[in-house]
């Protein structure tokens, strides 16, 4: 089964600074891989997804990331944090034919002004 | 276009008790999923409607949980009798179809279950 690795719950980062997340994936077959954010009392909102094509995936907000099959690894980046961008956020995968994502622990992002 | 739309958002009740969570998902959309988030952890789908049909509840408690999407537009989930370790946020989510995997998933606001 395919599974989701999300390092460190808590990350703190300065207004202005790199965003940085980190994902590792296990998977026998090659994955599509999501992050979604969280912000307090709302549900999750699609960051970026890497289906096919092209592994570097731009999002919204300024987010991008690069899928490392070498690696399994799928992580987040952000140039410049702002503190809008606290929030959690999650990391996920599906497999071909199925629709169940399944998601990591999650970071809880917290930006210091 | 409307959101996923879910009720009540907040629910408190003692154990043995039961309770029903309400989801109405983005029109046209044929998939709906209901996943439950517990404190400090990322959201485990519990069960996977396409149209009226269930497509995946392998990780849903059928001894206490049990859902249904009648007419394959709202869905209702049910615990009965509720346990302490069922306290979590239950989120439904919809989705257009069913692309193999790579369908992005809309999420609702989830509702807040505590168990007493």
């Known amino acids: 089964a395919q599974s989701v690795t999300q390092l460190g719950s808590h990350v703190s980062v300065s207004e202005g600074a790199l965003v940085l997340l980190r994902c590792n994936y296990s998977s026998s077959v090659p994955p599509y891989l999501f992050w979604y954010v969280q912000y307090p009392n709302q549900g999750l909102q699609l960051l970026l997804k890497?289906?096919?094509?092209?592994?570097l995936v731009k999002g919204i907000n300024g987010f991008e990331a690069e899928f490392k099959k070498s690696e399994t690894s799928f992580h987040l980046t952000k140039p410049s944090a702002h503190m809008s961008d606290a929030a959690e956020y999650f990391c996920a995968v599906t497999l071909y034919g199925n629709n169940r994502l399944a998601f990591g622990k999650g970071n809880q992002v917290v930006v210091i002004p | 276009e409307a959101g996923v739309a879910q009720s009540p958002r907040y629910k408190i009740i003692e154990k043995r008790q039961s309770v029903a969570f309400w989801c109405n998902p983005i029109s046209g959309h044929a998939t709906l999923y209901w996943y439950q988030q517990i404190l400090g952890q990322g959201p485990k789908l519990l069960i996977q409607?396409?149209?009226?049909?269930?497509?995946?509840d392998s990780q849903l408690p059928k001894d206490r949980f049990s859902a249904e999407r009648l007419k394959g537009v709202d869905s209702t989930l049910k615990i009965q009798p509720a346990k302490l370790e069922d306290s979590a946020v239950y989120l439904c989510?919809?989705?257009?179809?069913?692309?193999?995997?790579?369908?992005?998933?809309?999420f609702g606001p989830g509702t807040r279950l505590l168990v007493l």
């Open positions: 409607f396409q149209n009226n049909g269930v497509v995946d």
């Open positions: 890497y289906t096919t094509g092209a592994t």
């Open positions: 989510a919809s989705s257009l179809g069913f692309s193999g995997g790579a369908e992005t998933q809309y």
